[in-house]
């Protein structure tokens, strides 16, 4: 028996030696000396979320001191499913987790004001808001105990209950951390010249801040709704001008890497596709009439799908009064003014050898009085004929000049004295051509 004593002694005492270590690293909560400060900027798209998270895993791996999200956002743009499991990230996280909005005039409405509720400790910046809870409805819980979706500031919030202190800098959050008992001792005091004492944080404890990659903060941009909407105007725009000036260049490149980021914010954001469809259909109207030349019924039906379909594009964001009329104001000077400008200069140069036309026949598809349509090498062209003498339906025209888009045609046999040259011409040469012509 003696012996089973002595051999029961050693295997506990073994296993004591194993397993202390472990539960010290646990129970005493060895952490090292770090705190990870999280910026967490504009809406909480994917991109977003999922770097949180994996933040929360990192601080979590490496016991640090504390996780804090530094937050400035109007909410959520991801699906509540998503935004609940960070959430939940967030309450059952193993380090403590603090949410301080700031800098001053910073802001944390719908799901990032519940990620603020959901935070270990929270703080707010003088001139800051927190607010609009319902926004965001959870759908195991409700929010913390606020009865009015508004959004409150600095010290009224603290009032309300929304935040539990306010810190005009992160520095001084990190302190309140610690005297709320969440941290550890981070504090050192230090004297100034006048004999004031200064607290700070300790030069052992090491702060980092984590951003987004470069890659990630441009979809994560492209997500909002002011630069989502521009980019889709943008796009447009320059696939609009690239098929007038033809070929493939830089417009057509820019149009369609704006269109690829318009088209992922757009995706990540509550959008309404009908007037999606409606900004679309805005630019086929002015496509139309850029084709004619002349301003008609289809660019004020484009004004109109355009004014319409970006009022009503975005369901649950909102776009400020500058960005729409920036966006719909430079879209009207461009298709109107810069874009025939444009064309008129593309084709209207005889470097890109289209003098070649000049003096070739076509054959009226419609009647010219003076405007109409005339085929030229199977391909329709608008076209204007002087009004002495007008073309019928299927008539043989030749051409003799050539504006923007727009061919100038006349009769093969009988046209008119052309005005241009009776300006360069003697006297009696046009009278002689006159008579040539009556004869």
Same mark, same amino acid.
Request: glycine letters at 10%; aromatic letters at 6%; one cysteine or more.
């Given at each position: 028996?003696?012996?089973?004593?002595?051999?029961?002694?050693?295997?506990?005492?073994?296993?004591?030696?194993?397993?202390?270590?472990?539960?010290?690293?646990? /129970?005493?909560?060895?952490? +090292?000396?770090?705190?990870?400060?999280?910026? @967490?900027?504009?809406?909480?798209? &994917?991109?977003?979320?999922?770097?949180?998270?994996?933040?929360?895993?990192?601080? =979590?791996?490496?016991?640090?001191?504390?996780?804090?999200?530094?937050?400035?956002?109007?909410?959520? $743009? $991801?699906? =509540?499913?998503?935004?609940?499991?960070? %959430?939940?990230?967030?309450?059952?996280?193993?380090?403590?987790?603090?949410?301080?909005?700031?800098?001053?005039?910073?802001?944390?409405?719908?799901?990032?004001?519940? #990620?603020?509720?959901?935070?270990?400790?929270?703080?707010?910046?003088?001139?800051?808001? %927190?607010? /609009?809870?319902?926004?965001?409805?959870?759908?195991?819980?409700?929010?913390?105990?606020?009865?009015?979706?508004?959004?409150?500031?600095?010290?009224?919030?603290?009032?309300?209950?929304?935040?539990?202190?306010?810190?005009?800098?992160?520095?001084?959050?990190?302190?309140?951390?610690?005297?709320?008992?969440?941290?550890?001792?981070? +504090?050192?005091?230090?004297?100034?010249? /006048?004999?004031?004492? =200064?607290?700070?944080?300790?030069?052992?404890?090491?702060?980092? !801040?984590?951003?987004?990659?470069?890659?990630?903060?441009?979809?994560?941009?492209?997500?909002?709704?002011?630069?989502?909407?521009?980019?889709?105007?943008?796009?447009?725009?320059?696939? #609009?001008?690239?098929? !007038?000036?033809?070929?493939?260049?830089?417009?057509?490149?820019?149009?369609?890497?704006?269109?690829?980021?318009?088209?992922?914010?757009?995706?990540?954001?509550?959008?309404?596709?009908?007037?999606?469809? @409606?900004?679309?259909?805005?630019?086929?109207?002015?496509?139309?009439?850029?084709?004619?030349?002349?301003?008609?019924?289809?660019? @004020?039906?484009?004004?109109?799908?355009?004014?319409?379909?970006?009022?009503?594009?975005? $369901?649950?964001?909102?776009?400020?009064?500058?960005?729409?009329?920036?966006? %719909?104001?430079?879209?009207?000077?461009?298709?109107?003014?810069?874009? &025939?400008?444009?064309?008129?200069?593309?084709?209207?140069?005889?470097?890109?050898?289209?003098?070649?036309?000049?003096?070739?026949?076509?054959?009226?598809?419609?009647?010219?009085?003076?405007?109409?349509?005339?085929?030229?090498?199977?391909?329709?062209?608008? $076209?204007?004929?002087?009004?002495?003498?007008?073309?019928?339906?299927?008539?043989?025209?030749?051409?003799?000049?050539?504006?923007? #888009?727009?061919?100038?045609?006349?009769?093969?046999?009988?046209?008119?004295?052309?005005?241009?040259?009776?300006?360069?011409?003697?006297? +009696?040469?046009?009278?002689?051509?006159? =008579?040539?012509?009556?004869?």
């Amino acid at each position: 028996m003696s012996r089973l004593s002595v051999v029961s002694l050693i295997i506990c005492s073994t296993a004591f030696v194993f397993c202390s270590p472990s539960a010290g690293a646990h /129970d005493g909560h060895e952490h +090292s000396r770090e705190i990870q400060i999280v910026e @967490v900027v504009g809406l909480l798209d &994917p991109i977003e979320i999922d770097y949180i998270n994996l933040q929360l895993d990192n601080a =979590q791996r490496n016991w640090a001191l504390a996780i804090v999200l530094q937050i400035n956002s109007p909410g959520g $743009a $991801a699906d =509540q499913q998503a935004i609940e499991d960070l %959430i939940e990230n967030m309450e059952g996280s193993l380090v403590p987790v603090g949410a301080w909005i700031g800098q001053s005039g910073a802001t944390a409405r719908g799901a990032a004001a519940h #990620l603020v509720d959901a935070a270990d400790y929270s703080g707010i910046a003088p001139g800051s808001k %927190i607010g /609009d809870f319902d926004d965001f409805e959870r759908s195991n819980k409700s929010a913390t105990n606020q009865v009015e979706n508004t959004l409150r500031r600095g010290e009224e919030a603290v009032t309300a209950g929304l935040v539990d202190v306010m810190a005009p800098t992160l520095g001084e959050f990190l302190l309140a951390m610690e005297d709320a008992a969440l941290i550890e001792k981070i +504090s050192t005091e230090l004297e100034r010249a /006048d004999g004031l004492i =200064q607290r700070s944080v300790a030069d052992d404890v090491r702060v980092t !801040f984590n951003k987004l990659s470069l890659l990630d903060q441009l979809f994560h941009t492209a997500a909002s709704p002011a630069v989502s909407y521009l980019l889709l105007l943008v796009g447009m725009s320059m696939l #609009l001008l690239d098929f !007038f000036t033809g070929g493939i260049g830089v417009a057509g490149g820019v149009g369609c890497g704006s269109l690829l980021l318009a088209c992922y914010g757009l995706g990540v954001l509550d959008v309404r596709l009908w007037a999606l469809l @409606v900004l679309i259909v805005a630019m086929f109207g002015f496509a139309i009439d850029l084709q004619t030349g002349v301003p008609r019924f289809w660019t @004020v039906f484009g004004v109109s799908c355009l004014i319409i379909g970006s009022f009503q594009l975005f $369901a649950s964001h909102s776009l400020s009064w500058l960005t729409l009329l920036g966006g %719909i104001g430079l879209t009207l000077a461009f298709v109107l003014s810069g874009m &025939p400008a444009l064309v008129r200069t593309r084709y209207g140069t005889s470097t890109l050898g289209r003098e070649w036309m000049i003096g070739q026949m076509a054959t009226a598809s419609t009647d010219l009085a003076p405007e109409g349509i005339v085929v030229f090498e199977q391909a329709q062209w608008r $076209a204007r004929v002087n009004r002495l003498t007008p073309l019928k339906e299927g008539d043989s025209a030749r051409i003799v000049g050539l504006e923007g #888009l727009v061919l100038e045609v006349e009769p093969e046999e009988g046209g008119a004295i052309d005005y241009r040259e009776m300006r360069t011409q003697p006297a +009696s040469e046009v009278d002689v051509s006159e =008579q040539e012509t009556h004869e």
